[in-house]
């Protein structure tokens, strides 16, 4: 009876060394993965803190770009006003002047 239990016993620390292998073999590999998600992650933030840097720069040429078409903008439209007040400004030179060989 003592030898059944004495086998029965080992048996059972059997087991229980497997499972305890098979566990430690999940944890290994459990931390494997988490190491190389880890890993991953850290490579993503970096490549999120690279794409925020470049879009931040093309913000600022943007911003540069868009004041440089207004300046164009207001260039033209002041050109166009000296422009059309060109004939104006001739016609009322000859005015002037016709007016002045009257006197």
Do not use: I
Request: proline content about 1%.
């Amino acid at each position: 009876m003592l030898e059944k239990e004495l086998e029965e016993q080992t048996a059972r620390a059997e087991r229980a060394e497997e499972e305890l292998a098979y566990t430690a073999g999940l944890e290994a590999a459990a931390q494997y993965n988490l190491k190389q998600r880890t890993a991953e992650l850290r490579q993503c933030e970096d490549e999120l803190w690279q794409r925020t840097s470049e879009l931040q720069q093309c913000k600022v040429k943007l911003r540069q770009l868009e004041h440089r078409l207004a300046e164009c903008l207001l260039r033209n439209a002041q050109l166009q006003l000296k422009e059309a007040a060109a004939p104006e400004a001739r016609h009322t030179a000859e005015l002037e002047s016709k007016q002045g060989k009257c006197d």
